[in-house]
């Protein structure tokens, strides 16, 4: 089939699987290309070898995406691609016999040969415009906390969280309408505008400042039911690690002279997807709006690239860090490094025991809270002892015995997909029993161990943390909650976390090479958890997945 002939590409919302952002950006020593996401912290230029560390500017970043029509040649076989493909439909409509049966293949073939032929020939783009439009790109994570059922079996809560990415539009949509609803810019390449790309990127819509507004469909998912399968008695649901950047995208403005008469033709320049066909008033509202410069006064801003120095500034070990790490240690001293723009940098933490100090096996970090938790109708509560005393005054169910003056969280992404919100429940309700002894200072040296970095920084952390009150109920527990109990309790209480404190946890490693908790073998983290990589990152729930599951569910 000739390439005029193919189908056509996806459209936005086909095209943008989910999946963070790719931008672009270069080494500032070789100039090498790499991408980075969200996630990424540090990593080691491909090309000449330097550890690169990001940081994000104290502004919104602005990037622009990559574009595949360039000018008015791309332009016309888009058109053409089109008009072909409508054409099928045509063809097969007022050659159909009698009964409605369409004429055979070879004979649309021909005829759409011939079409093809004379659009070809007649076919010419009078005038093209490019613009840039700008668009918000928020990124986050839903996390929901549900006590509810499963049909008629017993009471349970579950904890699961879901990326969310959600793409609006930054442009005035009272003086113009691209035709982009249900646009996503999911897993799109990026790179930083810059103030010389300015000439070559425009001419720009102007963008307007995100408002409380745009966020409103993210609040609608917040107590939305996500997960089928589960009769939700009452649930708490929060927007996460909410990020945001502002991305322009091409788009073509396109007078097209045809068998038609003179028309406009609205190009998505980065789908290669023709939008719409505007009329004259609106073309001209849309190029009256372009200007030059939409950095304005506050000059460039995007993700920053510092050059900074690999080994270990105690031992000059030769430091190796995993993108994602916030911290890590360093495997010959035992040290915790911080990668910042200024080099790696010595950050306390403590290490943790359960009995005689472990030399050899695994540590996983989490990160510690001293809390203070305010109930209505109670005294302010320092310890975990008498926070279970306040939900179950007649006596603790089987199991349920958390204890200590401390808030835990795992300092890892587990959150996001089904195995991991399943751990990430199962160490809260272990870790928060569990009779650690929490000693500052390095991991001691003389063994044979793993430490695993963190990958969650503290600010994530305390956005996580009020879930772990929900997280410490098992089945047993979960069964003597209630509406008001959990309203009282939970929802409405009051929890105020203070002495941020890293440590990490001895786990041990066992056949399946999973790592079990000690004193609890059932309790176990899967290594495809800690390592991440793209096997996990296919692993993602997403609220559009999420939502179009339930939707099929119901209508099933």
């Known amino acids: 089939m000739p390439a ?29 290309p790499f991408t980075a996401d ?47 493909q409508a054409e099928v439909a045509e063809i097969a409509a007022r050659h159909a016999d009698s009964e409605g049966n369409p004429p055979a293949d070879f004979f649309i073939q021909a005829r759409l040969a011939a079409f093809e032929r004379r659009l070809r020939e007649t076919l010419q783009v009078v005038d093209a415009h490019r613009l840039a439009v700008p668009y918000w790109h928020l990124t986050g994570k839903l996390v929901q906390a549900t006590l509810g059922r499963h049909g008629d079996g017993p009471k349970v809560v579950r904890l699961r969280a879901w990326e969310v990415e959600h793409t609006i539009p930054a442009y005035d949509t009272s003086r113009g309408d691209l035709r982009d609803r249900g646009l996503r810019l999911s897993r799109s390449r990026v790179r930083p505008l810059r103030a010389a790309d300015l000439a070559d990127k425009g001419p720009f819509l102007p963008w307007q400042p995100v408002t409380p507004q745009s966020y409103r469909e993210i609040d609608k998912w917040k ?20 990020r945001r950047m502002l991305v322009y995208r091409a ?24 939008a719409g066909h505007p009329e004259e ?109 306040v939900l179950f005054p007649q006596g603790l169910p089987m199991g349920f015995a958390p204890t200590g003056p401390f808030v835990w969280v795992p300092a890892v992404r587990l959150l996001g997909t089904e195995f991991g919100d399943q751990t990430f429940q199962a160490l809260v309700r272990w870790i928060h029993g569990a009779p650690l002894e929490a000693e500052d200072g390095k991991i001691p040296l003389g063994g044979d161990c793993t430490a695993w970095p963190a990958t969650l920084d503290e600010a994530e ?9 929900f997280a410490l109920h098992g089945n047993a527990s979960a069964a003597r909650l209630n509406t008001m109990l959990v309203g009282r309790t939970i929802l409405k209480a009051k929890l105020a976390l203070a002495s941020p404190r890293l440590v990490a946890v001895p786990f041990t490693r066992a056949a399946d090479d999973a790592l079990h908790a000690p004193g609890a073998p059932a309790v176990r983290i899967p290594p495809l958890l800690l390592r991440g990589g793209p096997e996990l990152e296919a692993q993602r729930a997403t609220v559009h997945r999420a939502r179009a599951g339930a939707d099929t569910d119901r209508r099933a």
């Open 4 to 32: 005029s002939l193919a189908p056509r590409p996806p459209g936005p919302a086909e095209a943008a699987p989910s999946g963070p952002l790719a931008i672009v950006l270069s080494c500032p020593k070789c100039g090498a």
């Open 38 to 84: 969200d996630a990424m912290v540090s990593v080691s230029c491909a090309h000449c070898g330097s550890l690169l560390v990001l940081s994000a500017p104290g502004r919104d970043e602005i990037y622009v995406a990559d574009e595949t029509t360039r000018g008015r040649e791309d332009l016309r076989e888009t058109v053409i691609r089109y008009r072909v």
């Open 223 to 242: 107590l939305r039911d996500l997960e089928p399968g589960i009769e939700a008695v009452t649930r708490k649901g929060e927007y996460l690690s909410a």
């Open 251 to 274: 788009y073509w403005l396109a007078r097209v002279a045809g068998d038609g008469g003179l028309r406009w033709v609205l190009v998505d320049g980065s789908f290669d997807s023709i």
């Open 281 to 389: 008033e609106e073309t001209r509202s849309l190029l009256e709006q372009a200007i030059a410069d939409p950095l304005r006064s506050t000059g460039e801003s995007y993700r920053r690239v510092a050059i900074a120095a690999s080994r270990c500034p105690d031992c000059g070990h030769e430091a190796r860090l995993e993108g994602a790490a916030r911290v890590s240690v360093c495997a010959n001293c035992h040290l915790a490094l911080e990668p910042r723009p200024d080099g790696l940098h010595v950050r306390p933490y403590a290490h943790a025991r359960l009995g005689q100090v472990a030399l050899d096996g695994d540590y996983v970090p989490f990160w510690r809270y001293e809390f203070r938790l305010e109930i209505d109708g109670a005294p302010a509560l320092t310890r975990l002892e008498d926070y279970a005393r």
């Open 461 to 469: 952390a305390q956005e996580a943390a009020p879930f772990v009150l």
